[in-house]
């Protein structure tokens, strides 16, 4: 069964730091790279970063030297370390394969608000 759960969003302050957990069940999960997204209300949702199972990442430049993804391929599990949080950080954070549209599956994601 594919499914796919978010966890860790939270109201933090400009400069906080959050860890975000995705447990990414199914087969087309664990042998493929999987990402983070987010979403603001009424824009498009952008790709933040990926991990490949064997642990290479890239990273959205605008995060590279703020955000670490890693993954625990046994567990079925990414996740999100994300520090120097701006407010220009808030948003509905998803995981999901590198490579998912609009048109796959999705998961509920998890809010992340960032406000003094």
């Known amino acids: 069964q594919v499914q796919l759960v978010e966890s860790g969003g939270d109201f933090v302050q400009p400069g906080g730091s959050l860890t975000l957990s995705c447990v990414a069940s199914?087969?087309?999960?664990?042998?493929?790279?999987l990402a983070w997204y987010r979403q603001i209300p009424g824009k498009t949702r952008e790709l933040l970063a990926t991990?490949?199972?064997?642990?290479?990442?890239t990273y959205r430049p605008s995060v590279k030297d703020r955000f670490t993804i890693s993954r625990d391929v046994a567990k079925d599990t990414v996740s999100l370390q994300m520090n120097g949080l701006k407010p220009e950080d808030t948003a509905t954070y998803f995981c999901?394969?590198?490579?998912?549209?609009?048109?796959?599956?999705w998961g509920q994601g998890t809010q992340v608000t960032v406000s003094s």
């Open positions: 999901n394969t590198a490579y998912a549209t609009d048109r796959d599956y």
């Open positions: 199914g087969d087309i999960f664990s042998r493929n790279p």
């Open positions: 991990i490949t199972p064997g642990g290479r990442s």
